[in-house]
């Protein structure tokens, strides 16, 4: 004790004080006014949505991205108090008071902002000078294109962090002496699993740091590392993955707008909806049962199988003739006339005995619907939309020597054993046609006006094997007992209940929904400001994210002009070079020694590898694209931008004064044009002051951007 | 067989190489003599593997060699007879219009007849075939009209034949490529065994149909590329330049038939980058030979294809010169030159005038006809008004009235003309209605204003004026038909008329979106010119258009050709294939018959080939990663590589590029591909069979290797035989349907044979 005393009490601390100027810089331009404006800002809309959601835990689909991104969101929202009883239904529509934006908005600018910094520490840890490392963060801090996208309830910001925190802490444990503490190694694994949960985008960056790891792994071969690496940067990212949707799942527990979307055992498996429906339902279909049988497909909407009293024209519109008995279609919405009776064609009645007779695999039925007692029905009459296969029918009698074939056997196609029980909700059925063999099918094509646009159903011969066209389940399901027509017409309109729990796996959720979201397939459509990737490069296009009500203050995504060039070139710069080297090294001309040849693949690796990386897959991809989508690809430029240029100091002008002067002149004077240009630009990134429209016409340095004006 | 005679000789030379062999791995151990046919033996044997050199004597050389001349050739000649035997068999059957059959013959027939029409691909092969029907004795007049048309009394036989020729050098091709690539026997023959018994090349070969020659050009590019790898050493030599020429001539005869031929360019040019990059990195030659080397292939891969594929333009050019069923996706000008289109030599009155009835074409290439027809946009997409596309094909529907933006009824005497600056109400003929805009979004893009059509016979209001301009002209310049570039200028929003380029979706008919851009850039798509001009009241004067140089013509129809392969949209509601199907084998093509009673033919691979080939690209994988993580950890193979690698490259070109293809894709797209498969396979197991001795000793594993062999002949054979009804033809029930021949052998669910 006296010994320590003894001790002067000191703390050495080395603190970079550019690395804290700069972070405090970057705080202030991302955090401050952050709910100004006050209303809902572009993309907002979108994400609002899913926050509120998460806030009343209702289950929902978003094909855009993985769900740690709307989780990040939504836990803002949760620290500002926010209750989800918010509509999200228009840009610009004014906040009420008791939605605390703040907070909405509070993650992601402080991801924005702390990309400031990151970008300083990479470029040290890419073994360039502060100076380079200053540069990069200054680029980064005055691009107003990510200030824009920072400061607003948007995930482009989070993913920028995530992707370059994982470059950054790989780095690191890279550059350590050796053995180094795995928890550098730790760290980047834990980004790439939340980079790839927040977009889909970050898999590419995760793609790109997995295949420089094993390139300096490969070197390492058999040593102890090589484990580490692998459990910290693919095991570990991928049970991350997985765990979002496991938090996902578990959190989302209520039905929601798009249930619909999922199998029965998914719905079952919700709060409220079909589950309240289901609930308690015999899980054994019998000889009897009432049903509602739903087609796997959920392609455009889920149906159900359905007829009612409306027979098929006697002649289509092109000629051809039909058999004119009574409709069968596949239906989109919850209906009695959905209901269908599973009735044993040995016997008359429509009950069920006690105890029930189970339907098995193998079985043949006959299906009598509900409400006008026709028999499902099917024969060689081509159907009135897809001609190569059978029609469907309620069987009607008119004597014209076309007798009824009604006989349907049951093919339970996910049994597990030959004799299996048909499950309701469980089970994917497929109903085989006895006479023709052909198989009961959802064809996919809406009926013309004397259907009512309801889906046409069919039956096929040419079966395919896996198609879930031809796959249909019981979704509602209860045990008659009312052997009279009128009694049992009343019955069919009774809700269903008995009691019974039915749960499915997380594992068979989380392969149900992360299927789904990756062939949700949305309507292409062109958006005001969409734009294609090529237009990117140059900055053909901006977005107008937001207008006041009244005034002329709006807030626009554009980027710095300067910058951008900047990048550019720098790009093409480095590309260049890099030609040079290698050819030149090639024939054994050594420019640069090794170790600096080293730092400039590395370099290149990273950077340029990372702008492919975040650029090329747009191209080939068929979606609407914005211009924020190129935002994680120029960060990389940015990082070159500076690094490129002290390489060009230190190496190529080494010896050559009067052009490294001007080198240094010139990257001031540039910097100084960021500055301003930045400061122009300002008015149009934070929404504030108003400009006059002259002062907006004088922004307009593109003739392809839009920028508002009211007109007074 | 005859294969037996290289490999014993092989194998003892394999013993003896192993015994030097520390390795306890096992991995790809290769045998490798060091063989090649040159006569400088010691040299080209350096290089027939590339790094790093075997230690075999001289003795083993000779030996080897000896033993490869001879019995190669007998099984050249015996794999040439398989290959031509069963393509040529049955070739006349069905006698029937086959599958795609009723598009490539027609279009043969279109050469003969010289009728001018246009497809997505590039004219070679459709030309080949054309000739092969020309010199067969077939005379064009079949018409071709769907599958299923019974040929009766026509010579189709030459055209099927011809094609059925080119698809028989494609083992001989693979034979010769594996044995270039590996110098073994065995690989070799392996390779050209499973392309000879596989159902599917069989079939894709016997139709009139591009493949065979696409796929023949892609095969005989490559033989010459590996050919030409093995002169590396006798640079500038007559043999150097020969295959290096004929390298480039198939590449352009490749790119000529389909554009696909454009990967096996990429390979080649990879290929030549790889033996530029070692060339640069050799310090014994100078920088004035590596120039020349790079000159050379410059002259021989780049400049000598573009001028051969460029010769094939114009003679298709040259050749089709009388009007068809093509004309409508090209420009006015193009039009021209065609002999018995309305604009060759044409003649009509000179000035736009008041009254006239015009077609108005956009500028845009393939930008189509202004259109209109009774069918309404639908709800939710602008207002419910009448549509207004731009259609491609000469219609009725494209005609429309040139009106003063009030009056309707003729005006007696001469017609004014239109001028610079006139305000007009365009009156679509058919349906009266005037075309109109309105503050309205497109229904594609949304960021331009919807056209529509409104108002009948003549009533309106104010949206449906539109000022004409005259590009380059000043106020009261009169528009000349077909020479004055137009734009109409929507008088109440000030937007311009415009093409978008965009199909609209089915209620569109798939006809190109017309909308109203309010962006006032002078670009084509925003420019139309008066195509036919009908004016009772006006002399007509022969108009000689300008006729477009070559390069004009040349550059349209390639963008014509993009355009229409882009627009090749899978359906809604349609099975489409998908490129993961297509290595397993998943689905076939119906070629022909779907009933019963028909003859049928289905496109499907032999299934034990096409499952062996898969096996063994993840063996073949598995084999080098390996090799390469135990060269890595410091064990010495001492082994040379081989060939794979080029073809395993072949195979990805060849494959992954259509997983992100937007248009719509067939199953046989992958039969390039599964080239480079098989032959790949047929490297990898013979090494596979050769490495038996890393793990048991010598005369078993020569018998392991030996049963190997002989499994492997037998169960291609086999299959074979099971499966040939696929290609010849069969008849009576289906095969889910019992009493089928092929009951048995619906080994997948998904085949619909």
Same mark, same amino acid.
């Given at each position: 004790m006296l010994e320590m005393l003894q001790l002067p009490l000191v703390v050495t601390a080395q603190?970079?004080?550019?690395?804290?100027?700069? *972070?405090?810089?970057?705080?202030?331009?991302?955090?401050?006014?952050?709910?100004?404006?006050?209303?809902?800002?572009?993309?907002?809309?979108?994400?609002?949505?899913?926050?509120?959601?998460?806030?009343?835990?209702?289950?929902?689909?978003?094909?855009?991205?993985?769900?740690?991104?709307?989780?990040?969101?939504?836990?803002?929202?949760?620290?500002?108090?926010?209750?989800?009883?918010?509509?999200?239904?228009?840009?610009?529509?004014?906040?009420?008071?008791?939605?605390?934006?703040?907070?909405?908005?509070?993650?992601?600018?402080?991801?924005?902002?702390?990309? +400031?910094?990151?970008?300083?520490?990479?470029?040290?840890?890419?073994?360039?000078?502060?100076?380079?490392?200053?540069?990069?963060?200054?680029?980064?801090?005055?691009?107003?294109?990510?200030?824009?996208?920072? %400061?607003?309830?948007?995930?482009?910001?989070?993913?920028?962090?995530?992707?370059?925190?994982?470059?950054?802490?790989?780095?690191?444990?890279?550059?350590?002496?050796?053995?180094?503490?795995?928890?550098?190694?730790?760290?980047?694994?834990?980004?790439?699993?939340?980079?790839?949960?927040?977009?889909?985008?970050?898999?590419?960056?995760?793609?790109?740091?997995?295949?420089?790891?094993?390139?300096?792994?490969?070197?390492?071969?058999?040593?102890?590392?090589?484990?580490?690496?692998?459990?910290?940067? +693919?095991?570990?990212?991928?049970?991350?993955?997985?765990?979002?949707?496991?938090?996902?799942?578990?959190?989302?527990? %209520?039905?929601?707008?798009?249930?619909?979307l999922m199998s029965s055992a998914f719905q079952a498996s919700l709060q409220g909806g079909l589950s309240r429906i289901t609930r308690g339902q015999p899980l054994e279909v019998a000889y009897g049962s009432q049903v509602t049988l739903r087609s796997s497909v959920s392609q455009p909407i889920p149906c159900w199988l359905h007829s009612h009293k409306v027979n098929y024209p006697i002649r289509y519109d092109n000629g051809r003739g039909s058999s004119h008995q009574q409709q069968v279609t596949c239906y989109p919405f919850k209906d009695v006339n959905n209901w269908w009776i599973i009735k044993d064609p040995g016997r008359q009645q429509l009950v069920v005995d006690t105890?029930?007779?189970?339907? %098995?695999?193998?079985?043949?039925?006959?299906?009598?619907?509900?409400?006008?007692?026709?028999?499902?029905?099917?024969?060689?009459?081509?159907?009135?939309?897809?001609?190569?296969?059978?029609?469907?029918?309620?069987?009607?009698?008119?004597?014209?020597?076309?007798?009824?074939?009604?006989?349907?056997?049951?093919?339970? *196609?996910?049994?597990?054993?030959?004799? !299996?029980?048909?499950?309701?909700?469980?089970?994917?059925?497929?109903?085989?046609?006895?006479?023709?063999?052909?198989?009961?099918?959802?064809?996919?094509?809406?009926?013309?006006?004397?259907?009512?646009?309801?889906? !046409?159903?069919?039956?096929?011969?040419?079966?395919?094997?896996?198609?879930?066209?031809? !796959?249909?389940?019981?979704?509602?399901?209860?045990?008659?007992?009312?052997?009279? @027509?009128?009694?049992?017409?009343?019955?069919?309109?009774?809700?269903?209940?008995?009691?019974?729990?039915?749960?499915?796996?997380?594992?068979?959720?989380?392969?149900?929904?992360?299927?789904?979201?990756?062939?949700?397939?949305?309507?292409?459509?062109?958006?005001?400001?969409?734009?294609?990737?090529?237009?990117?490069?140059?900055?053909?296009?901006? &977005?107008?994210?937001?207008?006041?009500?009244?005034?002329?203050? @709006?807030?626009?995504? &554009?980027?710095?002009?300067?910058?951008?060039?900047?990048?550019?070139? *720098?790009?093409?710069?480095? @590309?260049?070079?890099?030609?040079?080297?290698?050819?030149?090294?090639?024939?054994?001309?050594?420019?640069?020694?090794?170790?600096?040849?080293?730092?400039?693949?590395?370099?290149?690796? +990273?950077?340029?590898?990372?702008?492919?990386?975040?650029?090329?897959?747009?191209?080939?991809?068929?979606?609407?694209?914005?211009?924020?989508?190129?935002?994680?690809?120029?960060?990389?430029?940015?990082?070159?931008?500076?690094?490129?240029?002290?390489?060009?100091?230190?190496?190529?002008?080494?010896?050559?004064?009067?052009?490294?002067?001007?080198?240094?002149?010139?990257?001031?004077?540039?910097?100084?044009? &960021?500055?301003?240009?930045? %400061?122009?630009?300002c008015p149009l990134t934070y929404g504030s002051p108003e400009l006059s429209a002259h002062q907006l016409q004088g922004l307009k340095w593109r003739d392809t951007w839009d920028i508002l004006y009211r007109r007074r | 067989m005859a294969k037996a005679e290289c490999t014993p000789k092989w194998n003892t030379l394999a013993l003896r190489n192993r015994k030097t062999c520390p390795t306890p791995e096992k991995s790809f151990q290769t045998t490798f003599t060091p063989v090649s046919k040159d006569k400088n033996s010691q040299t080209a044997g350096h290089l027939a593997g590339g790094d790093t050199q075997s230690s075999n004597g001289p003795s083993g050389q000779f030996l080897a060699r000896e033993s490869i001349e001879s019995p190669s050739k007998v099984l050249l000649m015996l794999v040439a007879g398989l290959s031509f035997s069963t393509r040529l068999y049955m070739i006349t059957e069905p006698p029937h219009v086959c599958w795609d059959e009723t598009h490539f013959g027609k279009m043969g027939s279109y050469y003969i007849n010289r009728t001018f029409f246009f497809d997505v691909h590039p004219p070679l092969g459709k030309m080949l075939i054309g000739l092969a029907g020309y010199m067969s004795g077939y005379d064009g007049t079949f018409p071709f009209i769907k599958p299923g048309d019974k040929y009766e009394n026509q010579n189709y036989w030459g055209m099927r034949g011809f094609c059925a020729t080119l698809g028989s050098f494609l083992p001989i091709f693979a034979y010769l490529i594996v044995l270039e690539l590996s110098n073994s026997c065995t690989a070799a023959i392996i390779a050209a065994t499973l392309l000879i018994f596989d159902t599917g090349c069989i079939t894709i070969s016997q139709y009139i149909l591009l493949d065979p020659i696409l796929m023949f050009f892609i095969m005989a590019a490559v033989l010459s590329m590996v050919k030409f790898n093995q002169q590396r050493y006798r640079s500038f030599s007559a043999s150097w330049w020969l295959w290096l020429v004929l390298t480039g001539i198939n590449l352009a005869g490749a790119l000529g038939v389909k554009f696909v031929g454009l990967f096996v360019i990429i390979l080649v040019g990879l290929n030549t980058i790889w033996d530029l990059w070692r060339l640069l990195g050799d310090m014994s030659l100078s920088l004035v030979d590596i120039a020349k080397h790079f000159l050379a292939r410059a002259f021989a891969l780049i400049l000598l294809p573009v001028i051969l594929y460029v010769t094939i333009f114009a003679v298709h050019f040259v050749v089709l010169n009388k009007s068809g069923p093509g004309d409508g996706f090209f420009s006015s000008a193009f039009q021209s030159r065609l002999i018995g289109n309305n604009l060759h030599n044409a003649s009509m009155p000179e000035y736009l005038a008041f009254g006239s009835t015009v077609t108005i074409k956009n500028l845009r290439i393939a930008g189509g006809y202004l259109h209109s027809h009774w069918h309404l946009y639908p709800e939710g997409v602008g207002a419910r008004q009448q549509q207004v596309t731009a259609y491609l094909h000469k219609d009725y529907n494209n005609l429309w009235v040139v009106h003063r933006q009030q009056d309707n009824n003729s005006q007696s005497g001469n017609p004014d003309l239109v001028r610079h600056g006139d305000i007009v109400r365009l009156e679509h003929k058919e349906t009266t209605r005037n075309l109109h805009s309105h503050l309205h979004e497109a229904p594609l893009t949304k960021k331009h204003f919807q056209v529509t059509g409104y108002g009948i016979n003549g009533t309106g209001d104010a949206n449906d004026l539109w000022q004409v301009e005259v590009c380059g002209g000043r106020k009261g310049d009169p528009v000349k038909v077909l020479r004055s570039k137009v734009r109409f200028l929507h008088r109440a929003t000030g937007c311009v008329l415009y093409s978008s380029g965009k199909t609209l979706p089915k209620w569109g008919w798939e006809q190109i979106e017309v909308t109203c851009s309010p962006y006032l850039k002078e670009t084509p798509s925003s420019q139309w010119n008066i195509e036919d001009h009908i004016n009772p009241k006006l002399p007509n004067i022969s108009l000689s258009v300008l006729k477009p140089n070559f390069l004009e013509i040349l550059l349209e129809s390639h963008i014509v050709m993009f355009r229409g392969n882009s627009g090749l949209k899978p359906k809604d509601n349609e099975m489409n294939s998908k490129p $993961?199907?297509?290595?397993?084998?998943?689905?076939? =093509?119906?070629?022909?018959? #779907?009933?019963?009673?028909?003859?049928?033919?289905?496109? =499907?691979?032999?299934? #034990? #080939? $096409?499952?062996?080939?898969?096996?063994?690209?993840? =063996?073949?994988?598995?084999?080098?990663? #390996?090799?390469?993580?135990?060269?890595?950890?410091?064990?010495? /193979?001492?082994?040379?590589?081989?060939?794979?690698?080029?073809?395993? /490259?072949? $195979? =990805? /070109?060849?494959?992954?590029?259509?997983?992100?293809?937007?248009?719509?894709?067939?199953?046989?797209?992958?039969?390039?591909?599964?080239?480079?498969?098989?032959?790949?396979?047929?490297?990898? /197991?013979?090494?596979?069979?050769?490495?038996?001795?890393?793990?048991?000793?010598?005369?078993?594993?020569? $018998?392991?290797?030996?049963?190997?062999?002989?499994?492997?002949?037998?169960?291609?054979?086999?299959s074979f035989y099971l499966f040939h009804p696929l290609s010849y033809g069969m008849t009576g029930p289906l095969a889910h349907e019992p009493g089928s021949a092929m009951a048995d052998l619906k080994w997948m669910d998904s085949w619909e044979f």
């Open positions: 603190v970079d004080l550019l690395l804290v100027l700069v *972070s405090l810089l970057a705080f202030w331009t991302r955090l401050s006014h952050l709910n100004y404006p006050n209303a809902v800002v572009f993309d907002e809309v979108y994400y609002g949505q899913f926050v509120s959601l998460y806030m009343k835990r209702v289950f929902f689909i978003d094909d855009s991205g993985p769900p740690l991104g709307h989780m990040i969101l939504a836990s803002g929202a949760y620290l500002g108090g926010f209750d989800g009883n918010f509509v999200w239904n228009r840009i610009g529509a004014e906040y009420p008071s008791t939605v605390n934006v703040w907070s909405l908005r509070l993650l992601p600018a402080l991801c924005g902002a702390l990309c +400031v910094p990151l970008v300083y520490l990479l470029t040290l840890e890419l073994k360039f000078s502060h100076l380079s490392a200053l540069g990069a963060a200054v680029l980064l801090l005055l691009e107003n294109s990510l200030i824009v996208q920072s %400061r607003f309830m948007l995930l482009e910001s989070v993913l920028i962090f995530f992707v370059l925190l994982a470059f950054f802490s790989y780095l690191r444990f890279h550059n350590k002496p050796r053995p180094p503490s795995p928890y550098w190694l730790i760290l980047s694994g834990v980004s790439c699993g939340a980079a790839v949960g927040v977009k889909y985008m970050g898999l590419f960056s995760y793609l790109l740091l997995l295949v420089v790891a094993s390139l300096h792994t490969w070197k390492l071969i058999g040593d102890k590392t090589i484990s580490h690496v692998i459990l910290c940067l +693919v095991v570990v990212p991928v049970l991350l993955y997985v765990f979002w949707f496991y938090v996902h799942l578990s959190f989302l527990n %209520r039905s929601g707008p798009h249930d619909q105890p029930p007779r189970p339907v %098995r695999h193998g079985d043949v039925i006959q299906l009598v619907h509900g409400m006008t007692s026709r028999f499902l029905n099917s024969h060689d009459v081509a159907a009135p939309m897809s001609p190569h296969t059978q029609e469907v029918s309620g069987y009607i009698d008119f004597n014209v020597s076309m007798p009824a074939q009604n006989l349907w056997r049951v093919d339970i *196609s996910n049994r597990e054993a030959e004799s !299996e029980v048909w499950k309701t909700i469980l089970s994917e059925v497929r109903l085989i046609h006895v006479n023709t063999s052909a198989v009961l099918k959802l064809s996919g094509v809406s009926l013309p006006d004397w259907g009512f646009r309801q889906l !046409e159903v069919v039956a096929d011969k040419l079966f395919k094997a896996h198609s879930s066209s031809l !796959e249909w389940t019981v979704e509602e399901h209860r045990y008659g007992t009312s052997q009279e @027509q009128k009694e049992r017409e009343a019955e069919l309109h009774s809700p269903t209940h008995i009691d019974v729990d039915r749960k499915i796996s997380f594992w068979a959720k989380f392969v149900e929904l992360q299927w789904k979201m990756l062939t949700v397939k949305q309507e292409e459509s062109e958006h005001k400001y969409s734009s294609s990737p090529l237009e990117w490069i140059t900055m053909e296009t901006n &977005i107008a994210y937001w207008l006041h009500s009244s005034t002329n203050a @709006q807030i626009h995504l &554009i980027g710095n002009p300067v910058s951008w060039g900047v990048a550019n070139l *720098s790009l093409l710069a480095y @590309q260049l070079l890099a030609v040079v080297y290698l050819l030149r090294r090639r024939r054994g001309l050594k420019d640069v020694p090794d170790g600096v040849w080293d730092q400039f693949v590395c370099l290149g690796c +990273v950077c340029v590898g990372g702008w492919l990386v975040n650029f090329v897959p747009f191209l080939l991809m068929d979606k609407t694209l914005f211009l924020y989508h190129y935002l994680p690809a120029l960060c990389y430029l940015y990082l070159l931008s500076p690094a490129l240029l002290e390489h060009a100091h230190t190496h190529l002008l080494r010896y050559a004064h009067q052009p490294l002067r001007a080198l240094c002149v010139g990257a001031l004077a540039v910097l100084l044009s &960021i500055f301003l240009t930045y %400061r122009t630009f | $993961w199907h297509w290595p397993i084998n998943y689905q076939g =093509l119906r070629f022909s018959g #779907v009933n019963a009673t028909e003859y049928r033919v289905y496109l =499907l691979g032999n299934p #034990v #080939v $096409w499952w062996i080939n898969l096996a063994s690209l993840g =063996l073949y994988l598995t084999m080098v990663a #390996v090799a390469s993580i135990a060269t890595q950890r410091g064990f010495s /193979l001492g082994q040379q590589r081989i060939g794979g690698g080029l073809l395993m /490259l072949g $195979w =990805l /070109l060849h494959y992954a590029p259509f997983f992100t293809m937007g248009r719509i894709l067939y199953f046989h797209h992958y039969f390039p591909a599964m080239l480079f498969s098989s032959m790949l396979t047929g490297l990898t /197991l013979d090494i596979l069979f050769r490495s038996a001795d890393l793990l048991l000793h010598p005369p078993y594993s020569y $018998w392991f290797q030996r049963a190997g062999q002989l499994l492997l002949l037998f169960s291609i054979l086999y």
